[in-house]
Structures are given as C-alpha cells and as structure tokens.
C-alpha cells in the first residue's frame, strides 16, 4: 500500500495529537497502513461458513451479561 507524504504527516499528527509522541516517517507509515488492513478486515462482510460458525461458537461460549 503506497501512502503519500502528505498522508503520512497527517498521520504523525493525529498520532502526536492523540497519544502524545512523536514517531518518525517509517513509523508512521507502518502504523498507519496497519490501521488501514485493520479496517479493511473490520469492514468486509462475513459470509464465509467459517466466519459464521465461528460467531455461533462465541454466541454459545461466552457468558451473557446481566
């Protein structure tokens, strides 16, 4: 994933912004493109037999809260 110059400073702002650090170009870059494949999983739909039962399993396995 190619992410521009301008992108990766805003980034690095966010960042500074939020979490109080300053972190370099390579950094940024890494972090931001995980991000963006985190969101990218979070947002595809789930469909797959796999991905359903496993959300049954889940459903069945953890307590219920009151």
Do not use: H, N
């Amino acid at each position: 994933m190619q992410l521009s110059d301008k992108a990766i400073a805003e980034f690095k702002e966010l960042y500074r912004k939020e979490l109080g650090k300053e972190i370099d170009d390579d950094t940024a870059y890494s972090e931001a493109t995980a991000l963006l494949e985190l969101v990218k999983v979070l947002s595809e739909p789930i469909d797959s037999d796999r991905d359903v039962a496993y959300l049954e399993e889940l459903r069945r396995t953890r307590p219920r809260r009151k």
